[in-house]
């Protein structure tokens, strides 16, 4: 079982950058690949950006170069660094672990909110 809790969350300005952060409880952090989805209202969720245990990472096309996921295993910590946001940005962000490539957890979620 792995437990997710993100944080970081809120509103800022276009332009702007936040920092979020997801705590992971559980054991065998080091090998669970880590992924940032997002949910704006009425929309599906879609993958933004994922980290391997072996600290690969892939982004959607609309984040390259403005975010940067990372991962600190000695915490048990996902981060996902966001610069240059924009107001279609603006979403619900959801931390996910996948296990074994079959098994998903997913944390609470976190507001993110740009204005313009």
Known sequence: QVQLV????????AGGSLR???????SGFGMLAMNWYRQA???QRELVATITGGGN???ADSVKGRFAISRDDA??????Q?????????????CNAKQW??????GQGTQVTVSS
């Open 82 to 94: 966001m610069n240059s946001l924009r107001p279609e940005d603006t979403s619900v962000y959801y």
């Open 20 to 26: 979020l952060s997801c705590a992971a409880s559980g």
């Open 101 to 106: 490539g079959i098994i998903n957890y997913w």
């Open 41 to 43: 209202p009425g929309k």
């Open 57 to 59: 990472t892939n982004y």
């Open 6 to 13: 993100e944080s970081g969350g809120g509103l800022v300005q």
């Open 75 to 80: 915490k048990t910590t996902v981060y996902l």
